[in-house]
C-alpha cells in the first residue's frame, strides 16, 4: 500500500499510462468537435435554404401586390439578383442536401435545385424544384 502512494504522489512526470490516456481523450475530443462541426455545417446550409425561400416568397408577395396581372407561366428566383426571373438559372443553388420538394423532405445533391414561383389559387408560392425536371418540362 505503501509503495501505491508514492507512486501517486510522485510528480516526476507521467507514466505512460497516463500519457496513452491524456491522447486517447485528446483523439476522442478532436473527433467529437470534427462530428459537431460537420453536423452544424449541415444544419447551417439548410438554414441558407429555408431563408433563400422565405426571400423567394417575399419577393413573390411584393411583385404580386406590384402588378395585378397573375403570370400563368412560372417565375424563378434569381438569388444572385434577389429578383424573379422568367428564364431557368443557369445551374442550381441550394447549399444542402435536404429540401422540401413537393411536400416532402427529400435528399438532393448540392446546387441541383431552384426555386419555382407559381401561382395558386391567385396567390404566389415559392417552392423548391429540381433544375433538371424544370428543364425538361421545357
Known amino acids: ?3 501505491v502512494m508514492n507512486v501517486l504522489t510522485d510528480n516526476k512526470g507521467l507514466s505512460r499510462v497516463e500519457v496513452i490516456c491524456i491522447a486517447g481523450i485528446a483523439c476522442f475530443a478532436v473527433a467529437l468537435a470534427g462530428v ?3 453536423h452544424m ?3 447551417m446550409w439548410q438554414g441558407n435554404d429555408a431563408n433563400a425561400l422565405n426571400t423567394a416568397q417575399g419577393v413573390a408577395n411584393a411583385g404580386m401586390a406590384e402588378s395585378a396581372a397573375d403570370e400563368p ?3 424563378y428566383y434569381d438569388k444572385g439578383a434577389n429578383t424573379l426571373v422568367a428564364e431557368l438559372p443557369s445551374g442550381g ?3 444542402g442536401g435536404t429540401l422540401v420538394i413537393d411536400g416532402r423532405e ?3 445533391e448540392r446546387g441541383t435545385c431552384v426555386i419555382e414561383v407559381v401561382s395558386e389559387d391567385g396567390a404566389p408560392v415559392a417552392r423548391w424544384v429540381r433544375a433538371a425536371d424544370v428543364a425538361e418540362r421545357g
Open 1 to 3: 500500500m505503501l509503495h
Open 106 to 108: 427529400q435528399q438532393v
Open 73 to 75: 407561366s412560372p417565375s
Open 41 to 43: 455545417l449541415g444544419l
Open 93 to 95: 443553388y441550394n447549399e
Open 36 to 38: 459537431l462541426g460537420w
